[in-house]
């Protein structure tokens, strides 16, 4: 598949132009706006010298590349350089930013939200994370508190001043959860559910994408390409372990899909060391790892009272040792900005 994209400032007319000229050829292309950049892409085609020499004549083309092995629009060929998801006017996912989103795995009760929202807004979360409809694996675990939970969520963010992402796992609920939720978050059980996917892209929303936990790169990405395929564009992409033959932690976290992810795609790349690990001993070292890689983000479990909790209280940080997280995070962020060439993989791309 070859993907053709303008360059910056080009006219509707001239993407127009060449979408004919491709058609009168035989071809059936497809255009896409992805933020301030416009790409024509020759689905199941062969790509081919002679079309790829055509496409590259047009004075409107800046860049032509083969994308067979990536979702075009996922494809980091489609924009030439990492997408920016704004959030708000405080908050965004772009180079040179580090967005923490921290919260209990399920909001229980009004008290128990208010509490962890406004310590992990005192410790330097960005965005509060707090889950009201949960895919259990037992039909006789805790399910979420539901619509009654979305409207805690509001409360919260109202409190703190903190955005919201939430889980979204039934189309039937996605217009109510993006009236509440800044980010709908799309769980690794429904990472392949490609009518929720279909539905949350065009919800007006951005889209937080965990990876299955048995996905492939290449799957994860073109699911985030259904995303994308809708016209929208804001698209973060979590990588929150896979299954593997080991069984020490409840998923084994893949920090090289983040290294990977990062040279394949725009899209911005943020880690869950919460539900990879399972442990709560191990969150810390593992989002500092994802630091480290070029992670964009870590979505963290915060719980006052893990013991306690409903949902995966054993992998859920006490207020104070987020707030330690948080503490060496920026330390080691502010240590990467001061010897940039220590840091490897944050210029996979390059």
Known sequence: MLLARFHLGTTSENHEELVNALHRRGYHPNRRTLHNRTVVYVPNTAPTAELAAFLAANPAVEHVEDVTATPPLVSASSTGAPTTVRINRTVSFSPGEFVVMAGPCAVESPDQLATIAHEVARSGATVLRGGVFKPRTSPYSFQGLGERGLSLLAAAAEATGLPVVTEVTDVAHVQRTAEVADILQVGTRNAQNFSLLKEVALAGRPVLLKRGFGCTVDEWL??????????????????????????????????????LVKHLSHLPVVVDPSHASGRRELVEPLALAAAAAGAD??????????????????????????????????????GLAAAPEANLLVSARE
């Open 222 to 259: 073109h699911a985030a390409e259904y995303v994308l395929n809708e016209g929208n564009a804001d698209v973060v992409l979590c990588e929150r372990g896979i299954r593997t033959f080991e069984g020490a932690t409840r998923f084994t976290l893949d920090i090289s899909a983040v290294a």
């Open 297 to 334: 983000g870590i979505l963290v479990d915060v719980h006052h009272e893990g013991a306690a909790a409903l949902c995966d209280g054993d992998q859920a940080l006490a207020p104070d040792q987020f707030s330690h997280l948080t503490n060496r995070l920026r330390a080691l962020r502010t």
